[in-house]
């Protein structure tokens, strides 16, 4: 079975999962599928134009402190941004593009390092170059392409997708028909793949 | 040190964190504060008039399908109530008033089976008597002192402590100044005041 990693470059608790993720899906033995997406159009359906944890700050000072204390527990840094939700769009259209590329967890993860350890604003085209060049890759080539209608598109259906699934929050993890929601379901995910 | 339980007898992941902390906290050798309160004016602040379970319902299908999997992973029966949220109030004042009696524990425990593996509705005072009787308590006296000012008085101050100390759901447990939230944060807050 396999696992598909449902996430937002926005969200604070993907960021622990994206970090994680890779090593133990392989120590299980569980294929991974990276399936980027937007939370916001969800969000907005539920009737929320911010964060949660923005519109309700006693949840959101819990979720600050609770991230401090998972991160601390991984050993991976933590700095929390001076702007939040950052707009991910442009991280994710490159993400879904080519998430079946061989860079592209790496590329994840640089994109998660650059907004929560280094506070860059990830939706600056600028920062996302970085990210790959840093990996070596054709940067300009990869931002054009992720400006085409056809990446477009795919991260459009991609969400839709998330949302006839019955994704309401990231991370998420569906193994088959099974739903798991959150950073603490990782484990619950994989063991349900690899039963 | 210390863990206080803070539980609502109407959510639905304080069901299997109250079957579960009393042999996990003498496990782990912490002692273990019984602290029910209500949730409902918490929610009302957010300004919710429902479970957020019923205002979201994609939330709410995720959760049950999640109870359905912890309590089996638990080997506890869960039946999905008939009505949801139940009012919880009478059996909050018990739980409060009586919090460090011996018998409490069990009291809360029965309670938690009456809604989610009976589907009995708890905010009638017969099936109060009933999960009181069954420990062999003076349910009449124990209900009639829960009609007291002083019941009402003390669960309505420990929902105000519950506010001023952060607390946005349930269950959650506090350990000094920490503050973990949700029936998956159980172990963490534990080997947080085994420390």
Redesign the interface.
């Known amino acids: 079975m396999k696992v598909e990693f449902w996430f937002e470059f926005a969200s604070t608790y993907s960021y622990p999962a994206a970090m994680r993720i890779e090593t133990l899906a392989a120590k299980q033995g569980v294929q991974l599928v990276w399936r980027p997406f937007l939370l916001g159009p969800i969000f907005q359906q539920?009737g929320w134009t911010d964060s949660p944890f923005n519109l309700?700050p006693?949840?959101g000072?819990?979720m600050w402190?609770?991230m401090e204390?998972i991160c601390a527990g991984m050993d991976i840094p933590l700095r929390k941004p001076t702007a939040f939700p950052r707009n991910g769009l442009l991280a994710a259209r490159i993400a879904c593009a080519h998430s079946e590329e061989a860079w592209a967890p790496s590329f994840v993860r640089a994109v998660y390092r650059a907004n929560f350890t280094e506070d860059a604003e990830i939706s600056d085209p600028a920062v996302i170059e970085r990210c790959l060049t840093t990996l070596g890759l054709d940067a300009t080539a990869i931002l054009a392409a992720a400006q085409t209608p056809a990446a477009k598109d795919k991260l459009k259906a991609q969400t839709a997708e998330a949302m006839t699934r019955?994704i309401?929050?990231a991370p998420s993890f569906v193994v088959g028909d099974?739903?798991?929601?959150?950073n603490?379901?990782l484990e619950?995910a994989l063991a349900w793949a690899a039963r």
């Open positions: 539920q309700y006693v949840k000072r819990y402190r609770d204390r019955g309401f929050g099974e739903l798991f929601w959150g603490d379901r619950d």
